[in-house]
């Protein structure tokens, strides 16, 4: 069997605000990701979703434990190798879209793919292609303020496949949309993490959408369960 793609073990995070007001979020957290699993992330408000996602995403360390991605120990690298790793095995995608807006929805999809140094004819292909798989192709010169909220979403989760990640983060990705639209874009999600066979964590406070993945696992008390 080949390497999981993210393994945590024993994480645990503390803010210290100064005893005895230290604050624990993690306790030992183990978790591991195999590749082409979806597994969706649930826990409370508050509880530390987004602080574990910025942990296994290499934007925030703990204060102690090991991350591994693709069998690669992270924990201790520096900011650079940190930042290749980001760049080149993973994609993010967030609550709110985060596009810039002063660029077209293909402009935003290549953003990703020329700081790797891709082409830019490839980054421009690769960028029409996926939105085309999302239903975007006629909406590819608007600009953010031209879309919809869900067509928005579409273009960022496009974003976030752009470089073919191994892993795919994502933080309520459909939490700032209706009912509706929010079903619609988590279904694309899905669709596209399955067919490029990406292993994803998604945290998401709708239960009926984790009922959708492979596995769901819970954050509580500082523990997943």
């Not at 975007?136 to 919809?148: G, K, T, V, Y």
Request: hydrophobic share 40%; proline share 5%; with cysteine.
């Amino acid at each position: 069997m080949s390497d999981p793609v993210l393994k945590l073990t024993a994480i645990s995070k503390t803010y210290n605000t100064g005893k005895p007001n230290e604050i624990r979020v993690f306790d030992g957290v183990d978790l591991t990701l195999q590749r082409g699993e979806l597994v969706a992330l649930v826990a409370p408000s508050g509880a530390g979703k987004s602080t574990l996602l910025h942990i296994c995403g290499l934007l925030d360390d703990p204060t102690s434990g090991e991350v591994e991605v693709a069998g690669q120990n992270i924990t201790n690298l520096k900011d650079a190798a940190r930042t290749a790793i980001r760049r080149d095995r993973m994609g993010f995608a967030y609550q709110f879209h985060h596009l810039l807006p002063e660029f077209s929805a293909r402009e935003n999809v290549m953003m990703p793919q020329l700081a790797a140094s891709t082409p830019k004819d490839q980054a421009a292909k690769r960028a029409e292609d996926l939105l085309t798989q999302v239903g975007l192709s006629p909406r590819m010169n608007h600009r953010p303020a031209e879309l919809s909220g869900g067509e928005q979403q579409r273009v960022a989760v496009c974003r976030a496949l752009a470089n073919a990640p191994d892993l795919l983060l994502a933080d309520e990705p459909t939490g700032n949309l209706d009912p509706e639209t929010s079903d619609g874009v988590f279904e694309i999600l899905l669709g596209l993490a399955r067919d490029t066979g990406l292993t994803a964590l998604v945290a998401t406070h709708n239960h009926d959408l984790a009922q959708k993945m492979d596995r769901i696992v819970r954050l509580e008390n500082g523990k997943i369960v």
